[in-house]
């Protein structure tokens, strides 16, 4: 592992890539920015936007002002630009710690020409890191900085179909839960995915979108390859997104039946409430009837008072069973 002191600020990792000789040389902490360039072919510098010297590191390489500005914004939204026959923009990702994988959204952004690819981020993201590994597997299958794009864009597909699993299966274990005989409210665990399932389907047809737009534009605009392979990542894109789409109705459904199960349960506590009430109403007057302080009340003088006010109650309630068993209630 290299431990030396960065020279290059914000630097994750920096490929200078020889299309000739089919290698990617994996440039050392102590690289300087001039070392990038210093070679025929192109490379690729991944960089930490937390680092404040990003910027001026930016003017340095020469990078355009547009493409400048899409490396260092701090926006949440994606963005596919063809201009000058570079791209730049920025796509949706999933962020990864240092142990684990996780589907917390992140933000990667690009710049593309024909002689560099820069990647900037706040957070490690999975499908960068994943295509950091097939570089180092197979260096030779990358001759233009578009076929690393492409390699981005895949991983990132390939990223969202481990999402989609991982989703599927915690739905499967809420439906389990809500099919069951026993009620349980499965709302609380729901939320956390379809709230998951809905920002991953908005970002993902936004991406679709611009990856369209992009593919239509003009072909002096665009970076030399990248008509060739606009049309392989919609097709990518719009497969897994049929499956979050799939997944999002599912947890729709699912939110539904929970809320009927809900609502049945609730209508039948209230229809409970409703016969207890209907039992306890008539001996309530009866009770309150002898309860007034007036004279002349029945059963006040003699005996046997109380067994007759209680009878009285008795033949109340039922009376209320007749009549609610003679309306189809009971």
């Excluded at 929970?258 to 009866?286: G, W």
């Amino acid at each position: 592992m290299d431990t030396l002191p960065v020279n290059i600020p914000g630097l994750v990792w920096a490929y200078r890539f020889s299309p000739e000789s089919k290698k990617a040389a994996r440039l050392q902490n102590s690289a300087t920015a001039a070392e990038l360039t210093a070679e025929e072919g192109f490379y690729w510098l991944h960089l930490n936007l937390a680092d404040a010297r990003v910027p001026a590191l930016l003017d340095t390489l020469g990078v355009m002002d547009d493409a400048k500005s899409a490396l260092t914004t701090r926006d949440t939204h994606a963005v596919l630009t063809v201009d000058e026959q570079m791209l730049y923009g920025t796509l949706v990702d999933c962020q990864r710690e240092f142990d684990q994988d996780t589907a917390d959204l992140g933000w990667l952004h690009f710049a593309i020409s024909d002689r560099f690819i820069i990647t900037t981020r706040l957070q490690p993201l999975r499908s960068v890191e994943r295509t950091r590994v097939m570089i180092d597997k197979n260096p030779g299958k990358f001759t233009r900085p578009v076929d690393l794009f492409e390699l981005l864009v895949t991983e990132f597909q390939r990223t969202l179909i481990s999402v989609v699993i991982e989703l599927t299966e915690e739905l499967n274990l809420i439906e389990d839960f809500v099919y069951d005989n026993a009620p349980r409210d499965e709302r609380r665990r729901l939320a956390p995915v379809r709230r998951t399932i809905v920002r991953l389907h908005r970002h993902l047809r936004t991406v679709l979108a611009l990856m369209r737009r992009a593919a239509a534009s003009d072909e002096d605009e665009m970076p030399f390859g990248f008509d060739d392979i606009a049309g392989r990542l919609t097709s990518r894109l719009e497969t897994v997104d049929h499956d979050v789409y799939a997944l999002q109705d599912r947890a729709r459904l699912l939110h539904e039946e929970i809320d009927s199960k809900l609502s049945s349960e609730t209508n039948r506590h209230l229809y409970i409430l409703s016969i207890m009430t209907a039992f306890l109403l008539p001996p309530t007057l009866v009770t309150g009837f002898f309860g007034m302080n007036t004279a002349n009340l029945p059963f006040a003088v003699g005996d046997y008072g109380t067994e007759y006010a209680v009878g009285l109650i008795l033949a109340s309630i039922a009376l209320a069973w007749w009549l609610l068993k003679r309306v189809d209630i009971l």
